[in-house]
């Protein structure tokens, strides 16, 4: 196909791709034409007369108790191991309260698929914090974990939602999606959903009203096809029900785990033939933003990749900066700590031109800090 001339990739921004034109693109196009036309893209969701954005949020991981196993996870532990842990409710409450001091109002909530929890604590943690912090916004609990819920209290899915949406929950985060592809599943994370069952459970969730996230992790065990399947499944889904507020895609982070360790012995199972490296992180964002063209948000991953490639990421489709993440657990355990302050990612988002904004959980504005 003759897509990488100038008219082509014009054309392109203005229409729906195919998975064999995404393909071609990703692996074909100069980086510098696809981050121009991502770019061009993202202005007709998210013109430059209006902010990026950011949100003041913690990532609270109330247990690293978990029987999914995935080979991928540096942070989770089987049942019994002496590192486990599951918070009390004084323990999130603190640090609840210190992001409350701060600005911050989102809460996420993630955890392990602990055997000992059932619906029970979930409805009884979301319904202290919110009558202790009744503005907090919740968004918790990913598709594996929603499932997880329902197979150890043996119940339906669309009742622990309900169960849940009662008990204070606002939204979902796409946490466990990592490839929707079931081949790459089965090597990095047999034990864990498969691909039909995490797409039932957002479908569920956009149905009763919540607004959720669509993630990718990408880098290891995955074929460039692969990685274009998984979108099409999430673009599919969005035509359906529309209830995918963000995209966002990082990087697998290869330390301190069993498929980090195979695939630097060169054991790749499959893998692509290139590293994940900075160069093809923004390659994989800007087709993302390209072939989703039914999603407004993309986020940087400056969590994975630092702020300056955070902040290069706005030239490749990224029009959101994520959360300023003022506690962050899963990443760093398999060895990536970029740590920043909401100052540096503000001025990250002045030195490109452009105003920046404290969001919400839906991308409303709460704030505008102007550049000088």
Known sequence: MQLLTKPNLDKLSNKRLSKEE???LYLNADLLELGALANKVRQKHCPDSKPVTFIIDRNINYTNVCTAACRFCAFAFWPGDKRTYTNSYEIIHEKTKELISLGGTQLLLQGGHNPELGIEYYEDLFKRLKIDFPNITL?????????HICNVSRLDTETV???LINAGLNSIPGGGAEILVDRVRDVISPLKIKSDRWLEVMEAAHGLGLKTTATMMF??????????????RIRQLQDKTGGFTAFISWTFQKENNALGKELSSGDRKGAINRSSTSIDYLRTLAISRIYLDNIVNFQSSWVTQGIKIGQIALAFGANDMGGTMLEENVVSAAGTSCPTSMEEIIHAIHATGRDAAQRDTQYKVIKVIPKM
């Not at 968004?139 to 499932?147: F, G, K, R, T, Y």
């Not at 880098?219 to 099409?232: N, S, V, Y």
């Open 161 to 163: 939602l309900q169960k």
């Open 219 to 232: 880098g290891h065990a995955e074929t460039p096809e692969e990685r274009i399947e998984h979108m099409d």
């Open 139 to 147: 968004h918790a609990l990913s598709p594996s974990e929603i499932d």
């Open 22 to 24: 995404a393909i071609d």
